[in-house]
């Protein structure tokens, strides 16, 4: 007897790799990187490499730069290789430390397109209150397991600060069916193609 297929299935997967990222995150996610389209792109969180392999195919399309690190990264030997065959920069490092924040900061210094940090790790509010402040203007940064492990009131607090503006009203995520939040910092609104993201495709 055949068992429905739904997008809240318990355990995910992206190529075959497990992955915390609904299929619904990830059609969430191809849209705000083919609306503003980044030249690097830096994942906090690699874990089992599901999500790090699609941005790797991404950023291989579309000519970009991609690092993750993870202090415990979980991702088999096969995954390994064919990130690498992608030249994703895979970092086994700790994300906090004064040192990594500051190599982050050289990855990115010179990219003249928009950058996207993406906080996945184990600490989200540390690395958006980190990353969001030594963003350069017309980043993107966006947060998963926004409304569960991140509060918005916090993650608010600081991306206000840091001049960056919300792209996605609360009213929307759930339509969109997806915890990622993203910002794009003020000073420079970033390459798009001004369309709109869409919202999800009917079942």
């Known amino acids: 007897m055949y068992e429905p297929i739904s997008h809240n299935e318990p355990n995910q997967y992206l190529f075959g790799i497990p992955t915390q990222h609904s299929p619904l995150a990830v059609w969430m996610l191809e849209q705000v990187l083919n609306k503003y389209r980044p030249g690097a792109i ?8 599901g999500l790090t ?29 064919h990130l690498r065959y992608l030249n994703v920069f895979l970092e086994t490092a700790d994300a906090y430390e004064p040192g990594f924040v500051r190599f982050v900061q050289s990855f990115i210094k010179h990219e003249n397109r928009t950058v996207l940090i993406y906080c996945d790790g ?24 926004y409304g569960t492990e991140v509060i918005p009131a916090a993650a608010e607090t600081y991306m206000q600060r840091y001049g960056y503006t919300k792209l996605i009203p609360p009213e929307r995520l759930r339509e969109l069916g997806t915890l990622q939040q993203f910002w794009i910092r003020n000073g420079n609104e970033g390459k798009s193609d001004n369309s709109d993201i869409q919202p999800v495709p009917p079942a």
């Open 53 to 81: 392999t699609y941005l790797g195919i991404w950023a291989l399309h579309n000519n970009a730069r991609i690092l993750s690190v993870d202090n415990n990264p979980r991702i088999s030997d096969a995954t390994d290789k």
């Open 42 to 49: 830096v994942e906090i969180g690699t874990f089992m490499g």
């Open 122 to 145: 184990g600490k989200k509010l540390k690395e958006l209150k980190i990353y969001g402040e030594i963003a350069p203007p017309g980043s993107l940064v966006g947060c998963h397991d």
